[in-house]
């Protein structure tokens, strides 16, 4: 499957934005997504990840109740809907996919998006 994320840019603290993820390839459905994100000279970290079904949804605590995600099979896109953003949430954010459960490790996603920046100022 290849994964193509969109919708990063600049924002002021406070902001929102959604980013997009836009999947093409092999059935979108079947597998779980998830978004990572990394900031300059730190490691990729988990934000969020989603069931092939969207009923299960699992966020990093930190980020619990300011970024949300979702998906919609029909549009093979997955979403990540960030409110409240501060200049600590300022990293590249990749989107990413696999064919098995939820995991917050990056090395069990097989597929990787190219990334999309997103910058907060203060």
């Known amino acids: 499957v290849q994964l193509q994320a969109s919708g990063g840019g600049l924002v002021q603290a406070g902001g929102s934005l959604r980013l997009s993820c836009a999947a093409s390839?092999?059935?979108?459905?079947?597998?779980?997504l998830a978004w990572f994100r990394q900031a300059p000279g730190k490691e990729r970290e988990f934000v969020a990840a989603?069931?092939?079904?969207?009923?299960?949804?699992y966020s990093a605590d930190s980020m619990k109740g300011r970024f949300t995600i979702s998906r919609d099979n029909a549009e093979n896109t997955v979403y990540l809907q960030m409110i409240s953003l501060e200049p600590e949430d300022t990293a590249v954010y990749y989107c990413?996919?696999?064919?098995?459960?939820?995991?917050?490790?990056?090395?069990?996603?097989?597929?990787w998006g190219q990334g999309t920046q997103v910058t907060v100022s203060s």
């Open positions: 989603i069931t092939w079904s969207g009923d299960t949804a």
């Open positions: 390839g092999r059935t979108f459905s079947a597998y779980t």
């Open positions: 990413a996919a696999r064919s098995l459960s939820i995991s917050s490790q990056s090395s069990r996603y097989s597929y």
